[in-house]
């Protein structure tokens, strides 16, 4: 998905700036400007306006993980904070697959699993454009449910090699079993997306929260919905939303 990324930087008029962390974001009242301070402390300007992707901004359980709190003070946006704080996610264990030859007889690069209770999803990520020709590589994503049943047992501490190998397993022996003559692939792995999923849409009308007096909009998928055309949508209206103020 870093492909949108790299195009929209190439846009011209932008300018990209990486390896920059966001410590805090100030509101100065008399100018009517945001100050950005970056993690070490450096001022890294001020601006007219913000668009900012992260459900966490304001979340106070930051602190607890970083050990600093949260980049935009609650008390600056009470009525982001109330839709923001507690945001329900689904977890899932997601499986990254090569194979030496492609997957001829799989009739479809992208496809749901609707009565598996161990997958969702599959796709071909050699589809994408850019991708090597050579081989073909698939990602494959468990349901909640049965991330949920793995996270029950193991707990929330990262995930062992043991866990890792198991769920390897399980989700590539689900997704052999569709009869497709799927090979053992020469390469695997497995990891937790933790909080893959928003488990609520927190606008799905107006797809963006906004603040039209201190210029803020915050957007991404747990707008609208849990998915990249959700987020899609809600940093379209976000960006409408600046760009008409």
Known sequence: MNSVCRALCLEPGVESKFGV?????????????????????QNLGQFEGIVAS????????????????????????PEFALKLQ?????PCFVLMLAFRQPLSLVPAKGFAFKNSKVLSWAFCDSSKPGRSATGESWVLHSTSEYAEDIIAQTGLQKPSNATLTKVAEDLLQEFQSTGFNIPQPF?????????????????KED????DK???????????VSPNVEG?????????????QF
């Not at 928003?198 to 606008?203: D, E, G, M």
């Open 86 to 90: 507690e945001i329900p996610v689904k």
């Open 187 to 203: 390469f695997m792995k497995a990891h937790r997306w933790g909080s893959a999923f928003p488990a609520a849409s927190i606008a």
């Open 231 to 243: 987020a899609v949508l809600s940093g379209m209206a976000a960006a409408s939303k600046l760009t």
């Open 207 to 210: 797809k963006c929260l906004w």
């Open 213 to 223: 007096n201190k210029r803020l909009a915050i957007c991404g998928d747990f707008c």
């Open 54 to 77: 992260d459900k966490n901004i304001v979340n106070p359980r930051v602190l607890a993980v970083t050990g600093r709190p949260p980049p935009l003070d609650l008390n600056l946006v």
């Open 21 to 41: 962390g966001i410590g805090r974001l100030e509101w100065l009242e008399d100018d009517k400007l945001w100050s950005l301070i970056g993690l070490d402390g």
